[in-house]
């Protein structure tokens, strides 16, 4: 079983940054597929960041400009730099990777950007 735990969410104000983290752990094989996803109370969930598997990054409208996606393949771990906050960022954030043809998802991290 592949497990993901993502951190680094909180309040912050708008035009502030955060990093959130993601680490997986369980049997991976490889990963050919990682991305950031968010979802707002009574909206449908959208994505953030990916990285397919030949490096290729693809960011959502949302994000162009704002946010980076990066990992860290020796620790199993993706990233997502969040610069230049606005409160309309705020949503629950979810790591998701693919492994043998199969999604895993983290549990969510909960991002506040409000003054």
């Known amino acids: 079983q592949v497990q993901l735990v993502e951190s680094g969410g909180g309040l912050v104000q708008p035009g502030g940054s955060l990093r959130l983290s993601c680490t997986a752990s369980g049997s991976i094989f490889s990963i050919t597929h990682m991305g950031w996803y968010r979802q707002a109370p009574g909206k449908q969930r959208e994505l953030v960041a990916e990285?397919?598997?030949?490096?290729?990054?693809n960011y959502g409208d949302c994000a162009k400009g704002r946010f980076a996606l990066s990992r860290d393949n020796a620790k199993n771990q993706v990233y997502l730099q969040m610069d230049s906050l606005k409160p309309e960022d705020t949503a629950v954030y979810y790591c998701?990777?693919?492994?043998?043809?199969?999604?895993?998802w983290g549990q969510g991290t909960q991002v506040t950007v409000s003054s």
């Open positions: 990285l397919n598997y030949i490096g290729i990054t």
């Open positions: 998701k990777i693919r492994d043998r043809g199969y999604d895993f």
